[in-house]
């Protein structure tokens, strides 16, 4: 049995490197524990890589190809917070090689049933996280810089930085996640490991106005509380501002609803 | 202790919350260039929705009105002149700093702009088109613009407004001139549907046509036009909102039609009806407004074997259908084409997308639709898969309606966590 650990988060490349050489030396699955950079406590036991290009290559070598569409599914996936989506991956990558070239046709196998349903979940992560993270304005060496804490359920703060790059161009901005910082000074991206959650500034000038709108935008006569929790589950209100409105804004709707119908009636 | 801002808002969002529409409309993609000045992207498809508020609604927009006095007097309206209504009034300065505050702090996509008729149209017009014209050239906005014009406004006006906004609407209000001649005396459905009718010419001028040098022209509102009717304030059945519609959508190539089940609005007027308009009637009007444009149902279809040309209430329209239709049920998911598999209750366009494509690599059992999620309670008496054929009672049975009625319900309370 060969363990394999992934130091890197979220660990695409460096699963990719390690697949590749395992399936080089035809190194099965059922051979290989895979893990993940979350599980520390087993540091002690980690193994030495082995070099891969052993003597032991067959002539009938592996082809080593996958489809473009499994390169994009793999790099999705390792972005999942479960330790077990490297073995899953590698499972795939040797069923693709050995067993079937269009596996991933197969939406019905359970293996992929499985990689779909990681896949969908990290990409609705990182939808979130463009909806959902909110800046806070600060000033940094003089100049105006934005500052945002957010915590993805899964490892989806790099792919969803196009996005932050390409809307806020022109902002200096910190996106501060628990795993990993981002800053961008207007040309280019620094990664931070670990950065310090309390950078984060305390109050933010405009907020009360986005309050006051929130608050003002919702119609008590209308409400439709599983419709909000099936969209912006409770699970990411920590973060947002407006969330600590919602408990009040349910209470009294009834009571601002009763009073818009009275004044019709009477 | 609230500010001058604080209070605005809180009056001038409060009267913007009736309007129905919220998304940000497809105006493809856009973000500012390298060594670009400016602000903002346009990320393709409907928009981002940054939050939601207890009634489910999606926040996407900073939609506020620019001022609640109003001239009019349309009587569902709460800054109707003879309203007694809280009154404020935006200048342009600060619609355009709340905008680009909010936008970069991630709050929104973009802003959407409504207003009362101070003076005259031409002068509310004009204060608009300049809000969004400095959000554009003075800021270098590239974030979501959707206008909401004034009818009767000059036409250069409403031309200028689509230089500069990716989306422009006129609310339609009611589906006939006798609704707004009751409800809405100063308006007028020809003068309303004219205007339409300039900017669907303008929009597709300026997709397809080139200055003489040969250069492309300017965009103009390529998110297109969307309106908005009041469902259940005049006495129209669903006939003829779904008619209009049906004709808005085909002589004036709307991008939407929103419907907004009317609701009681604090000091109405007392020509109103007494009790708000069920809001099931709002989701079944849209339920068949998709019908008719992504299911390839026609109108008749929908309202073939209805009471009084209005929508079925229990069942959704798809089923109502099928309820009237058994004799084509049940249909083979391994055979049937796809705009058969589209007609079966309980089969979305993307669950049926799922089926073709994994029908071409072995036969569907019913194992198979479980593990597609698909909702085998509602399509089982209308599918056969493989190894599964309903029982023939299932479709005969008195008692199917009944039972799918109640699923439905469920369906529509338990949908969320």
């Known amino acids: ?266 | 202790m609230q500010d001058k801002i604080e209070t605005k808002l809180e009056i001038l969002a409060d009267a913007a919350k009736y309007d129905a529409s919220c998304a940000s409309g497809s105006a493809g993609k856009r973000s500012a260039g390298k060594g670009e000045k400016g602000i903002g992207s346009l990320t393709g498809g409907s928009g981002i929705c940054h939050s939601f508020t207890p009634d489910g609604r999606c926040v996407s927009l900073l939609k506020i009105l620019m001022t609640n006095y109003c001239i009019y007097d349309c009587h569902y309206c709460i800054n109707r002149i003879s309203s007694n209504v809280r009154r404020a009034r935006f200048t342009v300065q600060e619609v355009v700093d709340l905008t680009l505050s909010f936008y970069k702090r991630n709050y929104i996509e973009g802003l959407f702009l409504s207003s009362g008729i101070i003076k005259d149209p031409d002068y509310t017009m004009e204060s608009m088109v300049k809000i969004a014209k400095s959000l554009r050239l003075d800021h270098h906005f590239k974030g979501y613009i959707h206008l909401k014009t004034i009818p009767n406004a000059s036409p250069e006006l409403q031309e200028e407004a689509g230089l500069y906004a990716d989306r422009l609407s006129i609310n339609i209000e009611m589906p006939t001139q006798k609704g707004l001649n009751t409800f809405a005396p100063e308006k007028n459905i020809s003068d309303i549907t004219g205007s339409m009718g300039r900017l669907k010419d303008k929009i597709s001028e300026h997709k397809t046509s080139k200055t003489h040098t040969g250069k492309k022209l300017p965009r103009f509102a390529p998110g297109g036009q969307s309106t908005q009717m009041i469902v259940g304030a005049d006495a129209s059945d669903d006939k003829t909102i779904l008619n209009s519609s049906v004709n808005l959508y085909q002589t004036h190539k709307l991008r939407r039609v929103y419907y907004s089940a009317f609701s009681p609005i604090p000091d109405a007027s007392l020509i109103l009806p007494l009790k708000p308009a069920p809001l099931i009637r709002e989701h079944r009007l849209y339920q068949a407004d998709w019908l008719l444009r992504f299911y390839d149902f026609s109108l008749d279809e929908i309202l073939q074997g209805t009471t009084n040309n209005m929508l079925d209430m229990d069942h959704d329209p798809k089923l109502a259908w099928a309820l009237r239709n058994r004799h084509l049920f049940p249909i083979d998911i391994n055979k049937a084409d796809k705009k058969l598999l589209l007609r079966v209750p309980g089969l979305g366009a993307l669950t049926v997308q799922k089926i073709i494509k994994a029908r071409k690599y072995c036969s569907l059992s019913w194992s198979d639709l479980t593990k597609m999620r698909v909702p085998l309670g509602k399509v089982k008496p209308f599918i056969t898969a493989s190894d599964y054929r309903p029982p023939a009672y299932l479709l005969d049975m008195e008692t199917l309606s009944h039972q799918l009625k109640q699923t439905e319900q469920l369906d529509l309370f338990g949908r969320a966590v």
Request: aromatic residues 12%.
């Open chain 1, 1 to 266: 049995m060969k363990t394999i650990r992934i130091n890197t988060l979220p660990g695409y490349e460096e699963w990719r490197d390690n697949a590749k050489s395992c399936l080089l030396n035809y190194i099965p699955p059922s051979s290989i524990i895979w893990k993940g950079a979350e599980q520390t406590q087993d540091e002690l036991f980690k193994e030495l890589p082995e070099n891969s290009k052993s003597s032991a290559r067959a002539k009938n070598e592996p082809i080593l190809k996958v489809p473009k569409s499994f390169v994009e599914l793999a790099q999705t996936a390792c972005c999942h917070n479960t330790p077990e989506r490297f073995a899953l991956l590698y499972k795939i990558f040797w069923r693709i090689n050995f067993e079937n070239r269009k596996l991933l046709n197969q939406s019905l196998d359970d293996d992929l049933i499985l990689l779909n349903k990681m896949v969908k979940e990290v990409r609705r992560d990182s939808y979130k996280i463009t909806a959902f993270l909110r800046f806070r304005e600060t000033v940094y060496d003089g100049r105006e810089h934005y500052v945002a804490w957010y915590e993805p359920f899964h490892y989806t703060l790099e792919r969803s930085l196009p996005f932050f790059t390409k809307r806020f161009r022109n902002m200096n901005w910190s996106i501060l996640t628990p795993y990993r910082a981002a800053h961008w000074d207007g040309k280019s991206l620094f990664l931070q490991d670990n950065p310090d959650p309390s950078q984060l500034p305390e109050e933010d000038k405009i907020e009360k106005y986005w309050l006051t709108y929130y608050a003002g935008i919702f119609n008590p006569a209308r409400v439709k509380k599983s419709a909000m929790l099936a969209q912006m589950p409770k699970k990411y209100w920590t973060n947002l501002p407006e969330a600590k409105l919602i408990p009040d804004l349910l209470q009294n709707s009834e009571a601002k609803a009763r009073e818009m119908i009275d004044k019709i009636k009477n």
